[in-house]
């Protein structure tokens, strides 16, 4: 009786299943044969994954050969249990790796009598405990699914890449699972001392996106946090030819006067270049920023020393036709382009 029941199953579709056949060809039902080597996040590249388990909101993809009425998604309930058409219990899939609960499934229906030699493969599809967070001067900040070691240029790249005014170095904080995992394996970012790896790690992000440096392409667990702080930022802002804001990406923490009028193209021929003013700011102060005087004739015909400029910093330059004021200049900053100094 079995293998008759087997024989129907896989030459024609029995009745009952046609109304649920129509309802499985909708898009949000369909489901891919999943991948034997399916690559974490999405990233391209796939690393050694350990023993990933199942748990309760997990969204899975089950292909079953020959059966496609029982190939679709299903998701992990609240008990840890999914429930298959035409099997009379449902299975516990909490706990199980995707290839323990491939061989659950499979023993089901045999066991029921509906397939002589099942073949199931099991994949994850999405799981809300198993992400990295990627936060700052990303295009896209957000939660990216990740279900084992992926790379940091591999997440960084679903966030959209590095804003214009990302600074030089991301800041990974390890999550307990990565912790768990680095403390008991030689894995890619357990440092110089496996037993203990460092919770925080520093990635000189821009120099691995310019050179390709591989050691520096950090591996990344379920549950690490990815911050790209901005990096800081001088406004050249008046009677110059291109203002805007000059992101110091490089090396150097600042610019100097001379250096910050290069990059925003030199100055106007109306500018007044004796009434040039830094403007910094100062929480000591009522107006909470101070004002420093700069001769920018002076220092351009090396009678006065160049000035430097910190991170923050405005250079503010007058034009001489009265149309460029200073609060005026300073409200437009606001909205001017970031530029990254190349430093």
């Not at 219990?89 to 061989?103: N, V």
């Not at 997440?155 to 214009?164: E, F, K, M």
């Not at 403390?183 to 001392?193: I, K, L, M, R, V």
């Not at 009028?261 to 100055?267: D, K, M």
Request: glycine share 10%.
């Amino acid at each position: 009786m079995a293998f008759l029941v087997a024989g129907m199953l896989l030459t024609c579709r029995p009745v009952a299943l046609r109304a649920q056949d129509q309802r499985l060809a909708q898009p949000e039902a369909r489901v891919r044969k999943p991948s034997s080597a399916r690559q974490t996040a999405s990233t391209g590249e796939a690393l050694p994954l350990p023993g990933y388990t199942i748990a309760p909101g997990d969204l899975l993809d089950v292909y079953v050969v020959a059966v496609p009425e029982l190939s679709r998604r299903y998701r992990v309930g609240p008990s840890g249990r999914i429930t298959l058409p035409m099997l009379d219990h449902p299975i516990q899939a909490q706990g199980l790796t995707p290839d323990q609960l491939s061989e659950a499934i499979g023993q089901g229906l045999h066991r029921q009598g509906l397939i002589t030699h099942p073949d199931v493969l099991v994949s994850v599809e999405s799981s809300p405990r198993n992400s990295i967070v990627v936060t700052g001067s990303v295009a896209r900040p957000g939660v990216y699914p990740a279900y084992g070691p992926t790379r940091i240029v591999a997440i960084l790249s679903l966030a959209g890449g590095l804003s214009p005014d990302a600074g030089s170095t991301a800041i990974v904080m390890r999550g307990a699972k990565a912790m768990q995992w680095l403390e008991a394996s030689d894995a890619p970012g357990a440092g110089n001392d496996p037993s203990r790896p460092p919770r925080i790690v520093k990635v000189p992000i821009r120099h691995l996106l310019d050179t390709g440096d591989e050691p520096q392409n950090l591996a990344l667990y379920p549950g690490d946090e990815v911050d790209v702080p901005r990096a800081g930022v001088v406004y050249v802002v008046g009677a110059v030819h291109r203002a805007g804001g000059f992101a110091l990406t490089g090396e150097a923490s600042e610019l100097t006067v001379l250096q910050a009028i290069a990059l925003a193209g030199n100055v106007t021929r109306t500018a007044m270049l004796k009434n040039a003013m830094i403007i910094r700011q100062n929480p000591a102060r009522s107006a909470g920023r101070k004002q420093i005087r700069v001769n920018l004739k002076e220092i351009l015909a090396g009678k006065a020393s160049d000035r430097s400029l910190s991170p923050g910093d405005f250079l503010f330059v007058p034009d001489s036709t009265g149309k460029q004021v200073l609060a005026r200049a300073l409200a437009a900053a606001t909205s001017v382009a970031i530029y990254r100094a190349p430093l």
